[in-house]
């Protein structure tokens, strides 16, 4: 990621676990947080309801500016909608 310009593009070549390792090491060189074996309790937001953080399974609140995660560890509040068959739902689902 980043090595041929600014862009979040990756090409696997030897299976898809080659996409966790590169955001597990992106996440790191820029200072992320990659949370792995911990659901998402509750997701705090700011006064202009953008995600300002979040309270772990564990009960750890994590701060952060964006999350990223599948709705398959997302609490039954924060479930998206059902797809309608518009493809380009499916790609912003997990983006806030």
């Known amino acids: 990621v980043g ?3 600014p862009t979040a593009f990756l ?3 030897y299976g898809v ?3 966790p390792q590169a955001f597990a090491r992106v996440c790191a060189i820029y200072g992320g947080t990659y ?3 911990r659901g998402i309790k509750t997701i705090t937001t700011d006064e202009h309801g953008h995600v300002a ?8 609140e994590l701060k952060c500016r964006h999350l990223v995660a599948t709705k398959k560890y997302l609490p039954s509040q ?7 068959g518009d493809a380009r739902g499916d790609a912003k689902e997990g983006l806030w």
């Open 53 to 60: 953080g979040l309270v772990c399974t564990a009960g750890q």
């Open 78 to 84: 924060y479930q998206p909608p059902p797809c309608t």
């Open 35 to 37: 949370v792995l074996r």
């Open 11 to 13: 090409f696997n070549m």
């Open 3 to 5: 090595k041929y310009g």
């Open 17 to 19: 676990a080659e996409v």
